[in-house]
């Protein structure tokens, strides 16, 4: 089969379309024939040589697909051959098959179509097992959501107010801050204009979903309310920050810091049940939907690559088998 490889670390050309050996169906395990896969911010980090993936992974980039069955392995149950799923990967979705463990499989939830479907693993599991498994969202609290336009973001947005969350974001332009307002969000903060602790007032955010990283430690602590809870996902502005011991002990605050690709199966499959349980029946109710920015076919990689680097783009980019 073929899967975009990435022989030498580099830029986006980095990426190269090569023959590699088809997958197997191991114990506990099915092959999924791909139809779609997804961009995320670790396959940019994988290709750059920065984020390897975890022992006895594929070597090739992908942490999510949706497509078909086409094999089953022994010890799994409940799947078949030709079944239409979703699923959470390790790596290796961008590929024409991949094996997948068979707790991290989901049904293609009903009136999402196969290829829309390769946008919901990986942004359901995170905001899931962060906002609410890490965070414990409730009703009526704040939620301060950084990158709101992001694949993350646009999912993150409709799940706090799907639990009837009041949701505040930050985003780079005012095109962004619209599609989170058709979303739902309620507070609009444009970061390069105005300060998200101002902007949050006294009040606060009870949990903030933080994709930046060290830049945004110290102004996260200060929009924390009482009890308030943070949760780093990203990286993106930098690895290392002084952390104000007092500032966050004065709030009784908490700071959880969470990757999922690193998780062995076993967590993964409970984060997976539990979005099965509770994220999928909204998305069929159509009171949450993946939001997709484009979708380009899987040997444009590059191109894909590029088009995430620019943050020009809103929701999930999206790549075709």
Known sequence: ?????????????????????????????????????????????????????????????????????????????????????CALLAGGGYAEKVAVPAGQLLPVPRGIDLVTAAALPEVTATVWSNVFMVARLRPTETLLVHGGSSGIGTMAIQLGKAVGARVAVTAGSPEKLDACRELGADVLIDYREQDFVAELGPEGADVVLDLVGAKYLDRNIDALAPDGRLVVIGMQGGVKAELNLAKLMAKRGTVAATTLRARPPAEKASIVAAVREHVWPLIEAGTVRPVVDRAMPLVQAAEAHRLMESSTHIGKILLTV
């Open 1 to 85: 089969m073929d899967a975009m490889t990435i022989p030498q670390p580099g830029g986006p050309d980095a990426l190269t379309w090569a023959d590699v050996p088809d997958p197997v169906a191991g114990d506990g395990e099915v092959v999924v024939e791909v139809a779609a896969s997804a961009v995320n911010r670790a396959d940019l980090l994988q290709r750059q040589g920065l984020y390897d993936p975890p022992p006895g992974s594929v070597p090739y980039p992908g942490l999510e697909c949706s497509g078909r069955i086409a094999a089953v392995g022994p010890g799994v149950a409940g799947w078949a051959v030709g079944d239409e799923v």
